[in-house]
C-alpha cells in the first residue's frame, strides 16, 4: 500500500522567506510526527498530532515553527522568517496509534523534504 | 538525564565479518524500544519493535536484544546492502507524558 508522502522533497528559499511542508500519512493512522534531521546528526522531535486531541508541540524551537493537521490527514509544517540554522530534512512519521505497550506504534517515515535556506 | 546512547558512532565491517550494535538507555518506566534503518537521502525504515528485557527479534541477518539498560543490533554475516545507519529510539513514560527520545545513530559500511 502507499507509504507515507512528503512535498516538496527539496526546497531552497531565501532568508526570511516563510516555507510549508506537506506530509500524507498512511490511510487510517491516527498518530502524525514531525522531526527534524540535521547534517550527520540524529532525530530532533518537533510535534505529534494524535487524532483528536490537543497536539504535542513541546519540541517545537521557536514561534517560528507551527503545524496544523486538516481533518486528521494532511499535516502542513510552516516556517516564518527562515533563518540559515533552519536548513535541515524534515521528516514526518504516521503510526496506527500510540498506546504504551500496544502493537501498532512503530513510525513509518516518509522520504523527506530537504530545505535549505539561503 | 533521560538519553539514548548509541555506539560506536561508525563501523566498518568485511563482509561475512560478524558484529553488533548497541543502543544504551538512561530512562526509566520504557514503553518500548525501537530499531530503524536509514539510507542516505531516505526515511527510516522500521525493523524491530522491542517491549521487555529478554525479548528478541529477528530478521534475515539482524538479530535485537533487549536488556533493563541497553539493546543490541547482533549483524551476522553481513553484506554490502546492509551498509546504511542504524538508529534506535526509546518510548518512555515521564511527567505524565509519553516521550520519544532517538539515538544519533550507528553509519555501518561494509565492504565486499
Known amino acids: 500500500g502507499a507509504g507515507v508522502s512528503q512535498s516538496p522533497s527539496n526546497k531552497v528559499t531565501e532568508k526570511g522567506k516563510d516555507v510549508e511542508l506537506r506530509c500524507d500519512p498512511i490511510?487510517?493512522?491516527?498518530?502524525l510526527y514531525w522531526y527534524r534531521q540535521s547534517l550527520g546528526q540524529g532525530l530532533e522531535f518537533l510535534i505529534y498530532?494524535?487524532?483528536?486531541?490537543?497536539?504535542?508541540k513541546s519540541g517545537l524551537p521557536s514561534d517560528r515553527f507551527s503545524a496544523e493537521r486538516t481533518g486528521g490527514s494532511v499535516s502542513t509544517l510552516t516556517i516564518q522568517r527562515t533563518q540559515q540554522e533552519d536548513s535541515a530534512v524534515y521528516l514526518c512519521?504516521?503510526?496506527?496509534?500510540?498506546?504504551?505497550?500496544?502493537?501498532?506504534?512503530?513510525?513509518?517515515f516518509g522520504p523527506g523534504t530537504r530545505l535549505t535556506v539561503t | 538525564e533521560d538519553q539514548v546512547t548509541q555506539s560506536p558512532e561508525a563501523l566498518r565491517l568485511q563482509e561475512g565479518e560478524s558484529s553488533s550494535l548497541n543502543c544504551s538507555y538512561t530512562v526509566s518506566g520504557l514503553r518500548g524500544l525501537f530499531w530503524y534503518r536509514q539510507d542516505p537521502g531516505k526515511g527510516p525504515e522500521f525493523l524491530f519493535t522491542l517491549y521487555s528485557a529478554g525479548e528478541e527479534k529477528e530478521k534475515e541477518r539482524l538479530k535485537a536484544t533487549l536488556t533493563k539498560k541497553e539493546s543490541f543490533l547482533h549483524i551476522t554475516a553481513p553484506k554490502p546492502e546492509d551498509s546504511a545507519t542504524y538508529l534506535c529510539?526509546?518510548?518512555?513514560?515521564?511527567?505524565?507524558?509519553?516521550?520519544?527520545?532517538f539515538g544519533a545513530g550507528t553509519r555501518l559500511a561494509v565492504h565486499p
Open positions: 490511510s487510517g493512522h491516527t498518530a
Open positions: 512519521a504516521s503510526s496506527r496509534n500510540t498506546n504504551p505497550g500496544h502493537k501498532g506504534f512503530e513510525q513509518y
Open positions: 498530532f494524535q487524532g483528536n486531541s490537543a497536539p504535542d
Open positions: 529510539a526509546v518510548r518512555y513514560f515521564s511527567g505524565g507524558y509519553n516521550k520519544l527520545i
